[in-house]
């Protein structure tokens, strides 16, 4: 059974700095990997994917990595701002389809 | 990528009653889901929404607790019946979604659900 484990559960950090968050996984057999925010008692927005075929994705400030031997994957937020304060989920998909969530990192940016 | 929308946004109900929220994409999808997000946890998947039969519902959740609709390939309800103070929590409509590139899963903005 995958187990998806986030690394720090929160984190504070002020305006303008790069930082980085942690998603660890148990079964290296994955469909692909995402990325979403959440925003207090919103949906689920998406970030990144990484196939499992790739070791990285890039978005404007954001970078997904994903190393699948090692079992991890890292977001790395460039300059961040207050309003990248939200919750970020690594969520993955196995071969058939089925999601496991992490837990998630709770991120403050403060200004 | 797909838009999801749903219908309401948030509700308060009374315990005992049941509260029906509404899924809507803006493209054709053969693969719809039902999530729950509990206070302070992460999702939870309810069932698959099949369109034209019974939806597949996951370990701990029944038909006539969580009964679902999927009329279409654009659209699905969710039932929450004979609600109590337990079922306060944000539910999730997903879709998974192949493009060009691979599958990839969106989900709606949810459904804020307070029961007193």
């Known amino acids: 059974k995958q187990e998806v484990t986030q690394i720090p559960a929160a984190l504070s950090v002020p305006e303008g700095e790069n930082l980085v968050l942690n998603c660890s996984f148990t079964?290296?057999?994955?469909?692909?990997l995402q990325w979403f925010r959440q925003d207090p008692g919103k949906g689920l927005t998406s970030l990144l994917l990484i196939q499992s075929s790739q070791r990285e994705q890039t978005s404007g400030r954001l970078n997904a990595s994903l190393d699948k031997s090692s079992g991890r994957s890292t977001l790395y937020i460039a300059a961040s701002q207050p309003g990248d304060s939200a919750t970020y989920l690594c969520v993955l998909s196995g071969s058939a389809r089925q999601l496991t969530f992490g837990s998630g990192t709770q991120l403050t940016v403060l200004p | 990528s797909a838009v999801i929308s749903q219908k309401p946004s948030r509700d308060i109900c009374q315990r005992g009653t049941s509260l029906t929220i509404q899924c809507q994409v803006d493209s054709q999808v053969t693969m719809m889901f039902w999530y729950r997000q509990q206070p302070g946890q992460s999702l939870t998947l309810i069932a698959t929404a099949n369109q034209g039969s019974e939806a597949t519902y996951e370990s701990g959740f029944v038909i006539d607790k969580f009964p679902i609709s999927r009329p279409n390939l654009t659209f699905s309800t969710l039932t929450v019946s004979n609600m109590s103070p337990e079922d306060s929590s944000i539910y999730l409509c997903s879709v998974l979604l192949a493009g060009q590139g691979p599958y990839e899963q969106y989900f709606g903005p949810g459904t804020r659900l307070t029961v007193t």
């Open positions: 079964d290296s057999a994955i469909y692909n």
